[in-house]
Each structure stands twice: as C-alpha cells, then as structure tokens.
C-alpha cells in the first residue's frame, strides 16, 4: 500500500473512532408544555381552527438565535425537539384552554398565523422565549370580525433547551390568558 493510501486509509479509521467516541450518550429529550390546566367554568363558543405558520416552522426542530452574534441565524438544538410543530402544540393548548367547540355550533372562529416561535440569547447565559402570532376572530352568524397582533417574550430560567422549553410553556399559557380577557371584552362569542 503506497504511503498516500496509507494516509487516507489512517485518517478514515482515526474519523470513524472519533465519531464512536464524541457520540453523545444522552438520547434526544423531547419537550411539550406539559399538561394544560382545565378550561375555566364559562366558557367561550370558539372553535379554534389550526394554528398557520411559516414552512421554517413547520417541523419539530427546537429552534434558536444567538442574537449577540448573528440575530437572523436560526439554529436547532441537535438533542432536544419539541412533540409537534409549534403551531400543532398551541392550537392543542388553544383548545384544551379556551374551550373549543365544533365549527357548527361555535358563535366564533379563532384564526391564528404564527409569526416567530425561538429562544433568543442576547448573552450565552441570558436567553428569552418569543412568539409573535396574529389573531383574527370572525363571528360565525354576523358580520363582526376583529384581529390582534401578539408580542410575547418570556425569560428562560436555564440558558438551554429546558429553560427554553420552560419559558415557552409560559408563553403558551400567556397567550391563552391574553386571548381569552381580548375576545370576552369583544363580547360577541359568549
């Protein structure tokens, strides 16, 4: 075998042991925002229809920025994921908290387009949740319709995936807390 093989062959075997070494031994955590709490006595006559968002969030990849490099790079977490996309998880959260009805018996439709779902580190220890989404509600025998837009950010208590995860299952029940006082003041759905 001639040296230069010899070299290739070396360094492929020293790269494969390598790989089997640097291998993490932790599996891949996978994150929800834990059980939601049951729905409030009065409740509203909404069906919540499937939350849109753009394709970059149409996968289950926890995602992030590290806003005190590059604010516009998006990155994911290799070992932890969410259970669903972030738009399958809060309509889940929507319906289980602002108690959903069928279209056919619901006074409105509740109409979510997800804007931006990340965990922004503006340090390497300092990190934030943050959800934008735009909101429309559509009264089902009426002509009402009304929108809002929705800035939410909520500091992570861990600068990781478990602190963003966290945070996120706090900004999951913000934004029903904030919708529901939004469409009772509207009072058209009740």
């Known amino acids: ?11 492929a075997v020293l ?3 390598a790989a089997c070494v640097s291998r993490p031994d932790d599996p891949v955590r996978t994150y929800d925002f834990g059980l939601a709490a049951a729905p409030e006595p009065a409740q ?17 990849e926890m995602l992030y920025r590290l806003a005190y490099r590059d604010p516009r790079a998006l990155e994911p977490y290799s070992l932890s994921r969410w ?7 809060l309509t889940l ?11 056919r018996s619901a006074r409105c439709v509740l109409t979510l387009d997800l804007e931006e779902f990340s965990q922004v580190f503006d340090t390497e220890r300092s990190s934030r949740a943050v959800l934008h989404a735009r909101a429309s509600l559509r009264q089902t025998a009426g002509p009402q319709t009304d929108s809002t837009l929705l800035r939410l950010e909520h500091p992570a208590p861990t600068p990781d995936a478990a602190g963003g995860a966290a945070a996120f299952s706090a900004l999951a029940d913000e934004m029903t807390s904030q919708l ?4 009772a003041g509207l009072g058209y759905c009740q």
């Open 83 to 89: 259970a669903g996309t972030p738009a399958s998880m």
């Open 1 to 11: 075998m001639n040296p230069i093989a010899r070299t290739l062959l070396l360094l």
């Open 44 to 60: 509203l006559a909404i069906h919540v229809r499937e939350i849109e968002s753009p394709d970059w969030l149409e996968r289950p």
């Open 93 to 103: 959260r929507l319906r289980q908290t602002l108690g959903h009805v069928e279209a």
């Open 180 to 183: 529901r006082n939004w469409i």
């Open 15 to 17: 790269g494969l042991a």
